[in-house]
Structures are given as C-alpha cells and as structure tokens.
C-alpha cells in the first residue's frame, strides 16, 4: 500500500490526535488520503480544526466532516471513491470517565460507528485491510502482566472498554462471514505532541503552568504503559501493511511501549520539563481505572518489526515544548483554553 497514487488510505478520526499523525505519516511517504471526522465537542475543537488546518494544506488529502454512525452518509462516501484500498478507523467517543456522564454517546460512535464502518467495508471492491482502534482497557480486572493477547477479556471495568471489546467482536464476526481483512489495534495510554487534553499528562501540564492543583489517583502509584505517538504510527502503519489471511482474518494486537511507568514518574518529568512544582491533591482511585496496563509487543513485533523507541524520559520533554507553543498560541489568540 506504499505510495500508489491510483488508490486511497480512509482514516476516520482523522482531526484526531492519533488520526492526525497517521494521516500526515500516511502523506509523508506519498499516499493519498481520505479523512472523516465529526469533529465533535469532547475537548477543545480549536484543537482539531489546528490539527485539519495542517492536513488539508496538503493536495493529497481530502476531508469530508461526517458522523461514522450516520450509515448513508458513509456509505455514499465510499461509494463515491472507489480508490479506497486500506481503511484505519480510529473515529470514537474517547475517554473512560466521561462514560458515566454520558453512556450512550459510545454506543451510538463505538458500536454503531463500529458496524457501520464494518458494513462499508463490504462495498469497497479494493479493500486489503481495516485496521481499527481497540484499547488496552478491555483487559479490565487483569492482574497477569505484561497484558498479552492471548489473555481473557471479559471483566471490563467500564463501558468505554465494554464497548471496544464489542468492536473486536463483531470485527471477529465479520472475519468469518465476509472474509473481510482487519486487525484491532488495542492501544496503551498515548501521549506526545497534538494530544488530547482530556488525558492526564496534558491537564496535568496546563495545572503545573498554571499553578494550579492537580487531582493524582492512588497516591500517584497507578501505573501506565505510556506510548509515545511515533512509536504509535509506526506501528499502526506497519500493521496496515501486513493484512491477515488464512480462514480467519481478524485478529487483534496489543500496541504500546512495553513499560509500565508510575504516574508519579510522568509528574516528575512534567516538573523538571516545565520547571515549576506540581500541587498534589491526592485522590482515591476511581472504580473506572485499572491499578496498572502493561503491553506484551511480541505479537506485533514479529508480525511488523514493531519496536518503541521513545522512553517517557525524552517524549515529554518533546510533548512539552509543542505544549508551551500550542498555549502561546491560544494565548495570542486572546482565548482561553476550554
């Protein structure tokens, strides 16, 4: 799928933080690229609309604003380009504590979001493979680390997990009936520049900034296999390189760094990055977060050669400095951040 300019990579989620990298990965070495994205109100959507702005600057991508569980809309669009080849679906409705104040928006993006893009993948006569985001959280209550594929996934310990775990279902379905290639990607707590403010190392920075308090979780000793976003798109397009086969051909891998770190490290770092002491208001450990994730890569490195190079240790510090760009920017802009 390397650079044919006679076909086109789909990415949903595309105004997103990991939709974002790939789409300019996919650019960079030359394919043509196809983005949708809701752009929804999750978290700041300057945020995306900075993040389309760079995209879309470039003359091979196209973007279309669409909702993925609006099914005649996606099904018009990939009828209408009949390039499409590769599918990387990464468009949900992220986070696990927002899934207490509104469940059924996961529903409606993770699971009819899901089996749409599942359905349009039937109509693309040139598809070779979908690659879709699952998410370390299906291992819920799991205590045997690291966290390996072949380990059970049936305590899931919030509906955002309970809702990725059923997309690495029906894609199991759809691999038996439909001979339809694809892989679930279960992602593990990714960070890096054009990330998501909702995820702690980015609230964190902008309290620390700021002088304000933040909220740690069991004493800051949760651990996180934090995931650095160039070790994410290497490994998202190696695997969109390698479609399955054989009888079954829908499998899911683990993508992370294969290093659990204690959130107590990612302060420390935050603190010696920005220069400035965090105010810690230590928490008890919400019922919707798991003790600690910790990836076993073996899997995806012998499929794709899938090797993380980033320790936590050199990626804040490259988060930071596009973080202390992005608030002088808002900041120039004579808006606050939401």
Known sequence: MDGDCDVAILVTGAAGFIGYHVAQALLARGERVLGLDCLNEYYDVRLKHARLR????????LFQAMDISDRQAVFDFVDNHRDIDGIIHLAAQAGVRYSLIDPYAYVQSNVMGHLVMQEAAR????????????????????????????????TPISLYAATKRADELMSHVYGHLFQLPQTGLRFFTVYGPWGRPDMA???????????????????GLL?????????????????????????????????????????NTLIALLEKSLERRAIIKNMPRPALDVEATFASVDAIH???GYAPTTPLSSGIPQFIAWFRDWERALEASGSSSL
């Open 302 to 304: 012998a499929l794709t």
């Open 201 to 219: 190392y980015f609230s964190f920075a902008r309290a620390i900034l700021r002088g304000e308090p933040i909220n740690v979780y069991g004493d």
């Open 54 to 61: 760079q995209l879309e600057a470039q003359p091979d991508f």
């Open 123 to 154: 109509r693309i006569s040139k598809l070779k493979h979908l690659v879709y985001a699952s998410s370390s959280s299906v291992y819920g209550l799991n205590r045997k680390m690291p966290f390996a594929e072949t380990d059970p996934v049936d």
């Open 223 to 263: 651990k996180r296999d934090f995931t650095y976003i160039d070790d994410i798109v290497a490994g998202v397009i190696g695997c969109l390189d390698h479609p399955p086969g054989g009888e079954m051909p829908a499998r899911v891998l683990n993508i992370g760094n294969n290093r659990a770190e204690r959130v």
